[in-house]
């Protein structure tokens, strides 16, 4: 079965240290990897996503992830958190193959000014 | 321009009920989807349409009825509504494989 967990419900962080938000994926093949942010009382915004090539991808706001394939994980990352990054965090994997996207459970990032 | 627009934003109204959902996305996306976001925030897909066609159908109860008049439109339908509906819906649109999905702000559903 396809599944993406993120092991974390909750990251606190204080204000300028790097924030990491954990994902890891059971999907067949070689998956699209996708992450967004809710803001409160708000829809999903895509931030980046990994297709192919460098295992760092680099996305908006200054956030950047790691792709393992080994570890078949997907860490959201960014060297130094702002009280602004302050949201929910969903990790979402899409086959290459067909339209379907599985979503984490979302970690509710918290950063300490 | 609002990308993926969903209406209303809040809709309250009581059980037994039948209401609808309006999604309409500008982008020119081939996929439609409906996902529903409980109380713990967490996100569960229900439908998805391609070029109006029903590509994806999640168990969810036959209450629920989505509808797509054309690629640019999905709207849900819900008859007999119960507490248990209560969420927010989100309506998003993607091109394909590979492509992010944009999403609408949402439609909060109270079932009173």
């Known amino acids: 079965a396809q599944s993406v967990a993120q092991p974390e419900d909750q990251v606190n962080v204080a204000e300028g240290n790097p924030l990491t938000v954990k994902c890891t994926y059971s999907v067949s093949g070689n998956p699209y990897l996708f992450w967004y942010v809710q803001y409160p009382n708000r829809g999903l915004q895509f931030l980046l996503k990994?297709?192919?090539?460098?295992?760092l991808v680099k996305g908006s706001y200054g956030f950047e992830a790691e792709f393992n394939k080994s570890q078949t994980s997907f860490h959201l990352k960014k060297p130094s958190a702002l009280v602004s990054d302050s949201a929910l965090y969903f990790c979402?994997?899409?086959?290459?193959?067909?339209?379907?996207?599985?979503f984490g459970t979302g970690t509710s990032l918290t950063v300490i000014p | 321009d609002t990308a993926v627009s969903q209406t209303p934003k809040y809709l309250v109204t009581q059980m037994g009920n039948d209401k609808s959902i309006k999604c309409e996305q500008n982008l020119g996306h081939d996929t439609m989807y409906w996902y529903k976001q409980d109380s713990k925030k967490f996100l569960k897909i229900m439908f998805s349409y391609n070029n109006k066609e029903l590509i994806i159908n999640e168990t969810v109860p036959n209450r629920f009825s989505p509808k797509s008049p054309d690629k640019a439109h999905l709207n849900l339908h819900i008859n007999s509504l119960e507490l248990g509906d209560s969420a927010v819906y989100f309506c998003a649109s993607s091109q394909g494989p590979g492509r992010e999905e944009a999403f609408g702000s949402g439609t909060r559903l109270t079932v009173v």
């Open positions: 979402a994997v899409s086959p290459s193959t067909g339209n379907q996207f599985y």
């Open positions: 990994y297709i192919t090539g460098d295992n």
